[in-house]
């Protein structure tokens, strides 16, 4: 009995080493608030904006909506492996209402990997047969078009990728227009043809999308695959733009904050790992630490060392585990959701060629939540920033404000949300933080975008 007793109390202590560094307490993500906020004037001010991580880039979109908005309009939502096209009815009829039609088209690895000619020949495609099937390739419909990668934004009509994320790395597109890019695909089929367009980023789609049903909706957030966020500065803080008056979406490109080493105290060694194995080494080194993409392989190499340090699974790492990226995102959400038993956590590593203890099923359980949790600290470090900062622009003692949020991190995990609602409270005392969880993703702000802009026009 002793002998067991101790055995476990050293599996515990290598267990409490090994996740220690994912735990932060409030100094330290009060002090990640403050390096972001520093990065964030970096980014804004002409004279540093090139040397910033964190991009704050104007995304040209200085409205949201205000419900008076009115038509038909298409959206082309692209952010991952999936696209969606969507035909948005929008109605000005005092109740704010939205009538969606959308379908969802894959995006083979290969094109992912290919040309750029090829993927926006692919996007065209998609565009097209969605129009066949509705009859409507002859009308000439305004179209939002979420691209949400790092650009820089020219006009709301134009943009110019930085670099590629989530796994993209299509030829002869950065450094390119991607709506000159698309009308090229489109001229190229010949058999149909869009009116005017609005770029916009998957943070500024979802912030519009929530946006329409709650005016104070005001910062966007992404946390899936990837994750960013955007919100509604003075103009007369962004010097990128001529102006002083009224208010600019900046789309943050977050996920990039970090790559000057601001966050280097707080890195792991498996963070170091994933990111040495990924294809943009030294880069996007906030979201390797936060996004879906990451999180399961963060998960897995802890798994491994623990297991090599004969803590879990009686030593044996099997082949299966030993795969890149063979523990998924998912699998997180899955354990840390069954909390009455440990069935799912079971099944999981059985399906990876384990047969685990009750013991390994809770460690692992364990490990899970320790990288979740860091995951939304530290999120709700970088939002208390913004939030802050907003409050700050107004003026104002104490902000209410909202914000739109989408993500299969914060859609899926059943405890991340309300973690990351928890932590905001402490690290931003003076702003009462709502989260609104878009309900149609970012297509439709993409077209509300569209909207809002026509809307503008007509009343100008």
Known sequence: FCMHSCLFFSILQKVKECLN???LSTQDLNLV???LLKEMEKGLK???HDSATVKM???YVRHTPDGTETGDFLALDLGGTNFRVLLVKVNADGKRTVKLESEICAIPQEIMEGTGKELFNH??????????SRNIKDKKLPLGFTFSFPCKQIDLDKSVLIRWTKGFQCSGVVGKDVVQLLREAIQRRGDFDIGSVAVVNDTVGTMMS???KDPECQIGLIIGTGTNACYMEELQNVELVDGTEGLMCINMEWGAFGDDGELDEYRTKFDKEVDAQSVNQGKQIFEKMISGMYMGEIVRLILIDLAKENVLFKGMVPAALQMKNSFETRHISE??????SLAEAHKILTSLGLEPSDDDCELVRSVCSAVSTRSADLCAAALAAVSDRIRQNRGVDRLKITVGV???VYRKHPKFGSHLQCRIKSLAPQCDVTFMLSEDGSGKGAALVAAVVQNKNMCS
Do not use: Q
């Open 21 to 23: 560094p994912f735990k």
């Open 33 to 35: 608030s403050e390096r």
């Open 46 to 48: 002409k004279k540093t």
């Open 57 to 59: 880039l104007p995304t």
């Open 123 to 132: 996007i065209a495609d998609c565009l097209a047969r969605f129009l066949d």
């Open 210 to 212: 929530c946006g329409y």
């Open 335 to 340: 354990i840390e959701a069954d909390t009455s």
């Open 406 to 408: 989408d993500g299969t």
